[in-house]
């Protein structure tokens, strides 16, 4: 997974990212996340569907450091602004796993 910030959720144990739904993330996998700066493996704890209506002031501020327009205009430019149909990942920081890893 690839990021193009330094969020400041990175620095806690769990967090989470919103992508366009594929069935690509299962879970319990292992991923690699690559920051700007660093890269570490997190697991995947739990996977839910959601879609625009889901993002709150809150949540946006909490996911993304940004308001919710600034994220949904976020999610619209990397998807087209008719796409509606995402996931959002729980991630847990993976210290010790031992398994291979998707990108």
């Not at 400041?8 to 920051?35: A, E, M, P």
């Not at 739990?46 to 308001?67: P, V």
Request: proline share 1%; net charge positive; charged share 30%.
């Amino acid at each position: 997974m690839i990021f193009s910030k330094n969020y400041s959720k990175f620095g806690l144990n769990i967090f989470t990212t919103i992508r366009k739904s594929t069935g690509f993330y299962k879970l319990g996998n292992i991923y690699k996340v690559k920051t700007p700066s660093k890269e570490f493996k997190v697991r995947l704890i739990e996977c839910r569907k959601i879609d625009k209506d889901y993002i709150t002031e809150q949540f946006a501020q909490n996911d993304a450091d940004c308001s919710r327009a600034e994220l949904i205009a976020m999610l619209e430019k990397w998807y087209g602004k008719k796409h509606d149909d995402f996931v959002l990942l729980v991630l847990q920081r993976s210290n010790n796993a031992r398994s291979s890893f998707s990108s």
